[in-house]
Each structure stands twice: as structure tokens, then as C-alpha cells.
Antibody, heavy 120, light 107 residues
């Protein structure tokens, strides 16, 4: 069965960076686009970015351009998200997600979420 | 950016009733690149509907997605106790965006 297992919660100070991992299993990793979505406490869902199956192409939300980097390691079937220059408003649960079928844009599989807290 | 506006913000109904949730897009969503999700407290969202009207695997047929272009609707034909949750719409035609959510609560 498809599993997306994310790294543990992080606490960071403003201005620092965070890198979250998402280990995939149960399917062919190089066949699907992957995305990151976040949810601030008590708030709605926000799309952050995506990466194509081979890792050669990325697309980011305009508000995070320059601060967000999404990568994938096909040898370990792991997806990564790095967010720099952290601010308090980046405090959220971050989810990695896999599309229902490649290129569809809707998300059937979700990681368990990683809470990132930005606080001094 | 396509902005999605859901209505109402909160919907209070009783089990057995019919729920109608709406989502309006600021511009036309092409090719029905539209989805609905359900989220319960402490859980990740669950995909209900993709392609505007196709149910994801394992989703009961009481969940019905309709609509096109700028107006989309999720209907839950007969509410079960487990259906009370927050619902989000999403478009994936131009970039990706979500609505602000509709909370479906027990009356």
C-alpha cells in the first residue's frame, strides 16, 4: 500500500531554515508528481509547490518564490522541502502529497504531516 | 491566481438531511480540474471528488460533485454522523489553490 512517512516536528527561530523529508513506498516513485501543502493552526490549506516525477521541473507558489526548494531523491524514494528565512507565519503543519494519477493535480495520498513551529 | 470562495462558512444540519456546499472560482476552471476534500480534526484531508464529479476510491455514493467553469457544488445526499467535518474545494487548472473551507456541524 502507498505510504508517505514524513520527518518529525521541528522548532526553529525566525530567520532559520527547515528541511522536511517524506519517504515514499508502495508505488513507483518516479511515476508521480509530488506536492507540498501546508495548514497554519486553525486555518485552511495552502499549496506550496510541486516537482515532476524525475525531479527536473519544479513550480512554486508565487509568495514563496526564492524561499522554497522542493527536491526528490529517486535512489531513496524521498521527497524534500526546504524553506528558508522562516517567519512566524510559516508556523504550520506541512504535508507531502501524491496525486491520484500522474499529472492530475488532485491528491489521493497524504503524509501524516510535520509541524513546523517558528518562534524565538 | 484563481481564488476559490466557499459558501457558507458554516452549515448546521442534522443527520439524515441533505447538505449542499458551494465553491465559486474567480475565473473559469478548465477541463473540470476541480476537487473536493474532507478533513476531520487532527487528520490529513481526504480526497472525495476529483475531475469535478468523479468519486475517489471508497467514497460513498452519497457524495456527489457537480458543476463547471466557475460554479461547483458538493452535495451530500443524506448526512451520516461521520460526515460532519470541514470541506475544502481545490482547483488545479492554473497553479493550485484551495477554498477557505466550509464547516459542516451537527445541528
Amino acid at each position: 500500500q502507498v505510504q508517505l512517512v514524513q520527518s518529525a516536528a521541528e522548532v526553529k527561530e525566525p530567520g532559520a531554515s527547515v528541511k522536511i523529508s517524506c519517504k515514499s513506498s508502495g508505488y513507483t516513485f518516479t511515476s508521480y508528481w509530488m506536492h507540498w501543502v501546508r495548514q497554519a493552526p486553525g486555518q485552511g490549506l495552502e499549496w506550496l509547490g510541486r516537482i515532476n516525477p524525475t525531479g527536473e521541473s519544479t513550480l512554486y507558489a508565487r509568495k514563496l518564490q526564492g524561499r522554497l526548494t522542493v527536491t526528490r531523491d529517486t535512489s531513496t524514494t524521498t521527497l524534500y522541502m526546504e524553506l528558508t528565512s522562516l517567519r512566524s507565519e510559516d508556523t504550520a503543519v506541512y504535508y507531502c502529497v501524491r496525486e491520484i494519477f500522474s499529472g492530475s493535480g488532485s491528491y489521493l495520498y497524504w503524509g501524516q504531516g510535520t509541524l513546523v513551529t517558528v518562534s524565538s | 491566481e484563481i481564488v476559490l470562495t466557499q459558501s457558507p462558512d458554516t452549515l448546521s444540519l442534522s443527520p439524515g438531511e441533505r447538505a449542499t456546499l458551494s465553491c465559486r472560482a474567480s475565473q473559469s476552471v478548465k477541463y473540470n480540474k476541480f476537487a473536493w476534500y474532507q478533513q476531520k480534526p487532527g487528520q490529513a484531508p481526504r480526497l472525495l471528488i476529483h475531475g469535478a464529479s468523479s468519486r475517489a476510491a471508497g467514497i460513498p455514493d452519497r457524495f456527489i460533485g457537480t458543476g463547471s467553469e466557475t460554479d461547483f457544488t458538493l452535495t451530500i445526499s443524506r448526512l451520516e454522523p461521520e460526515d460532519f467535518a470541514v470541506y475544502y474545494c481545490q482547483q488545479y487548472d492554473y497553479f493550485y489553490s484551495f477554498g477557505q473551507g466550509t464547516k459542516l456541524e451537527i445541528k
